[in-house]
């Protein structure tokens, strides 16, 4: 089975622009989690998505916002980016129907954002 | 708040010893526990987890505790290997959110 995927994995935006991050679970998978990784804070849980509606979201400004497909495959947009947003974006994905009931999460490798 | 901490200073350890990593956590009874190891520029990669009636779960050299009481988790590496070297963090379901601690890295010598 592929892992989880993230494109792109790389990513430099200035500070104003808008940024859309996309990734695709694992086959079978239909939750899908988003995190923001800084040396300062660690992995920060952004939002989680299960059969395209969102069921959490964590402690994050408006301007972080997220949607999933019913392929389950999942995309954040961060808009009117700041330099405080440089960050691995992190997604994961779980089986079979939610990732915060004791599942494992799969990640995927990250989308590396730096803002200028 | 719900508080998680894991040293943050770096753990040294010799090849062949028992590495064992901490995490405390205050004002919270998660459900269970999962701990995950995370390489330079990798994603996390899950490696146990533990469930709050559970004092103990092993998979081969890997070894985790769950005190409930002390409101603590301890991850043992046994006989541990350069290749174990890596950061490695914990988790809680905090209101049904996967929360995680900033880490701790585990750097084993030859």
């Known amino acids: 089975k592929a892992g989880v995927t993230q494109t792109p994995r790389y990513l430099i935006k200035t500070r104003g622009q808008q940024v859309t991050l996309s990734c695709s679970p694992i086959s079978g998978h239909r939750s899908v989690s988003w995190y923001q990784q800084t040396p300062g804070q660690g992995l920060q849980f952004l939002f989680e998505y299960f059969s395209e509606t969102q069921r959490n979201k964590g402690n994050f400004p408006g301007r972080f916002s997220g949607r999933q497909f019913s392929n389950s495959r999942s995309e954040m947009n961060v808009s009117t980016l700041e330099l405080g947003d440089s960050a691995l974006y992190l997604c994961?994905?779980?089986?079979?129907?939610?990732?915060?009931?004791?599942?494992?999460?799969?990640f995927g490798p990250g989308t590396r954002l730096t803002v200028l | 708040s719900q508080k998680i901490e894991q040293n943050s200073e770096a753990l040294n350890i010799q090849e062949g010893k028992t590495a064992t990593l901490t995490c405390n956590y205050t004002n919270y009874s998660p459900a269970y526990l999962q701990w995950y190891r995370q390489d330079p520029g990798r994603g996390p990669v899950f490696l146990l987890l533990?469930?709050?009636?559970?004092k103990e779960k092993r998979k081969e050299r890997l070894k985790v505790t769950f005190d409930t009481t002390l409101k603590q988790s301890l991850f043992h590496i046994t006989a541990s290997q350069p290749a174990d070297s890596a950061t490695y963090l914990c988790a809680l379901d905090i209101a049904s959110t996967l929360t995680f601690g900033k880490g701790t890295m585990l750097l084993v010598s030859p």
């Open positions: 533990i469930r709050e009636n559970e």
């Open positions: 994961a994905s779980s089986w079979p129907t939610s990732g915060l009931d004791g599942g494992e999460q799969f």
